[in-house]
């Protein structure tokens, strides 16, 4: 089944998923680098706790003292390594001039700018990239090397950008690429945590005839 068949039936199965949960582009931003290790509903919690201290803002995550903003990040899990990159990363996106700023970035540019801030990996870089900027890159994750190697149509050990290049290749004739991959993220990872988990619930899969291996 080609990636574009295998989207259709994810889709058709789960409906729109209206990625990424966030308000603002600086909100999903936050929310990228606080979603390493963790589960969303934690990053959700330490999303409130920023707003409840009016400090949803850069400025007032890079002028905060790093006690205080790892308080607030504390169920986001790692929070005190977690206040630091997103320190960092308020840093850089001050000194770059902000989203109005880095919206004329081409997305090579962009892409390598935000892998410069220290730890802002792919994978968060990507997140960024596709759900804050609209650029067409789709986004790599554990839940996609799960599935696609258990659909056959990966060996799952590949480098990231190897993956990348495969996934944005074979969807490269879609008419609006940022929509599709921003559907395709999310469907992947909802397939993934609700049906081909770990141990995969293969009887309710809208994939199983796709899929290689039935089972983990
Ligand atoms: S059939 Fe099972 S292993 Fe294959 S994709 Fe579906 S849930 Fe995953």
């Known amino acids: 089944m080609s990636l574009k068949k295998i989207y259709n039936t ?6 729109p998923q209206n990625w990424w949960p966030g308000d603002t582009p600086f909100e999903v931003m936050v929310g990228a680098v606080l979603t390493q290790n963790t589960a969303w509903l934690n990053v959700e919690r330490a999303i409130h706790n920023l707003v409840e201290a009016n400090a949803l803002s850069a400025e007032t995550i890079v002028a905060a003292h790093p006690k205080r903003l790892a308080v607030w990040l504390k169920p986001s899990g790692y929070f005190n390594i977690k206040a630091k990159r997103l320190k960092n990363y308020c840093r850089w996106y ?10 004329g970035w081409p997305t090579d540019e962009l892409r390598h700018g935000l892998l410069s801030v220290n730890g802002v990996g792919p994978e968060t870089a990507d997140d960024i990239l ?12 554990a839940y996609t090397r799960r599935l696609f190697r258990r659909l056959g149509l990966i060996e799952g050990s590949e480098h990231y950008e190897e993956l990348r290049r495969i996934f944005e290749t074979g969807l490269r004739s879609a008419s609006d690429r940022v929509q599709l ?6 469907l992947i990872v909802i397939h993934a945590k609700d049906v081909c988990k770990t141990k995969p ?10 899929c290689q291996v039935k089972g983990p």
């Open 10 to 15: 994810l889709f058709k199965n789960y409906g």
């Open 181 to 186: 991959f921003n559907e395709y993220h999310a």
């Open 201 to 210: 619930n293969c009887q309710v899969c809208c994939l199983i005839q796709a």
């Open 130 to 141: 596709l759900y804050a900027f609209d650029r067409p890159v789709f986004v790599i994750d």
């Open 94 to 103: 001050i000194e770059q001039g902000g989203y109005e700023a880095l919206l």
